[in-house]
């Protein structure tokens, strides 16, 4: 059945009018309900300054260093969405990984997050600790998700660059009701190749604050101009 297509009111003000929004087109996923919470759309981001200024439903907060709890702290303090916390899985592994998961528990997060390398060892030792779900990173068409799942995979993370969206419908038909978030790539298409290949839902990757930043101070500086040039009418 075709969704209907309804006007929703929205409410802003002055000041919080600028924000980072996501891809309209993710509304095109089912989503996936997490404690009764349905999740399409996922940020990918630690910067608190966009995670605080953004539409997206929940934030993926995995970034490439150990995870430490006190920046899973800066973000929960911060977020007022719920937040995937990365706990591991590349450096990081065995009881460490455990602890950080049950730590970003603790803290409130909805799910943890395990890396790509991660052994299934580790994987059956976070799914036995804590009380959220646990989600697994595929980044290879030869993954075993099987095994993955097996191990305790709730929710499979697929990032495999040009081949997400390959991945994404090979698992889907092989696990039919397996949760799936999945990268959407750099353009709408490629976001929605991705829902029609099986993914419930998306992580974007937002511009950098330097790149906001860029825009914005590039728009102050034509103000100054045309006020420049208006001063110089006044006088003339």
Do not use: W
């Not at 430490?68 to 706990?87: F, K, R």
């Not at 799914?127 to 068409?141: R, Y």
């Not at 698992?171 to 993914?199: D, F, K, M, N, W």
């Amino acid at each position: 059945m075709d969704r209907k297509i309804i006007n929703i009111p929205e409410v802003t003000s002055n000041l919080r009018k600028n924000f980072v929004q996501v891809p309209e087109v993710i509304q095109e996923a089912s989503g996936i309900r997490i404690f009764g919470k349905k999740l399409r759309s996922f940020i990918f981001t630690t910067d608190v300054a966009i995670i605080k200024n953004t539409n997206a439903d929940a934030v993926i907060a995995v970034y490439p260093f150990t995870p430490q709890p006190a920046i899973t702290q800066a973000i929960m303090s911060v977020s007022d969405i719920p937040v995937l916390c990365g706990v591991g899985g590349g450096l990081t592994q065995g009881l460490r990984s455990v602890n950080i998961a049950l730590h970003a528990e603790f803290q409130g997060a909805i799910a943890v997050v395990l890396n790509a390398p991660t052994p299934d060892e580790t994987i059956q030792r976070v799914k036995e600790t804590v009380d959220i779900p646990v989600i697994v990173t595929i980044v290879s068409e030869f993954t075993d998700v099987g095994v993955k799942l097996e191990s305790g995979a709730d929710i499979l993370n697929v990032s495999g660059g040009a081949k997400t969206a390959h991945i994404v419908r090979k698992i889907r038909e092989q696990y039919p009701h397996i949760p799936i978030i999945a990268t959407g790539g750099p353009t709408e298409q490629s976001v929605l190749e991705t829902i029609r290949a099986g993914a419930n839902g998306i992580t974007y990757t937002p511009p950098t604050n330097g790149e906001l930043f860029k825009v914005k101070m590039e728009h102050y500086r034509q103000e100054e101009n045309d006020k420049y040039v208006e001063d110089l009418d006044h006088i003339g």
